[in-house]
């Protein structure tokens, strides 16, 4: 196996070259606003880094999200496309999953929440349990104000992500990670395809919680004088 896994669900790209064993390269790069510059520079860069070849590579794996919508779009539209080209199997990873992944493999354990960015002064969240067979969602994925993600009764267990930076008072406090680890991303996949306790691999389609800002518009109204 050779698996090339990024996601472009949070700020900047996450790119990393798995080998079923170990993370061979990763690297992150960009901003919220460059995922379509940087990626492919970057996915050619995470290669080289691993001393592979693009025909070497078997599987990819996508973030698809929650997150921003061109994010998103730029992510896995990349993914389809190269596995297409090269010929491989596509697989979705919810980001959020993939960013709890992170969390237990820095040490997280029991109960805790992901919160990332969601723009409008909303976050991305769900709720996870980890422990010796993995980590697991039990709730979530959801779009909530930074105030009703615990409500009146207040933090009730640790978050991690982004989310903890933009609205500290209300998550608890600054705690990492922070964003999607392109290698942890490649871990559940890796994982998932072993038979290994974890998340759930997905279709490789945007996950949207929301409607897009833009819209068809609708049917032209008649107008009489």
Not at 33 to 52: C, D, I, M, Y
Not at 66 to 77: E, M, Q, S
Request: with cysteine.
């Amino acid at each position: 196996m050779l698996l090339l896994a990024l996601d472009t669900a949070t700020d900047g790209v996450a790119v990393a070259v798995h080998d079923g064993q170990r993370v061979l390269a990763a690297a992150r790069a960009g901003t919220a606003r460059s995922h379509n510059e940087v990626l492919v520079p970057t996915v050619a860069q995470v290669l080289r880094a691993a001393g592979r070849e693009r025909r070497d590579v078997t599987d990819v794996a996508v973030g698809v999200g929650p997150g921003p919508f061109t994010g998103l779009r730029v992510g896995i539209a990349t993914a389809r496309t190269l596995a297409l080209a090269w010929g491989t199997r596509v697989h979705g990873v919810c980001s959020l999953d993939a960013l709890a992944a992170a969390a237990l493999a820095a040490g997280r354990t029991g109960e805790f929440l992901v919160a990332t960015d969601a723009r409008r002064r909303e976050v991305h969240t769900a709720r996870y349990v980890a422990d010796g067979d993995g980590v697991r969602r039990t709730a979530g994925p959801d779009v909530l104000r930074p105030a009703d993600v615990f409500g009146d009764g207040g933090a009730d267990v640790p978050v991690v992500g982004s989310g903890t930076r933009l609205y500290p008072d209300a998550l608890g406090g600054e705690q990492g990670p922070f964003d999607v680890d392109g290698g942890a991303l490649a871990q559940v996949v890796v994982d998932a395809l072993a038979g290994r306790p974890g998340p759930e691999l997905l279709p490789p389609e945007p996950l949207y919680l929301r409607r897009p800002d833009a819209t068809a518009p609708g049917a032209r109204k008649r107008v009489t004088a």
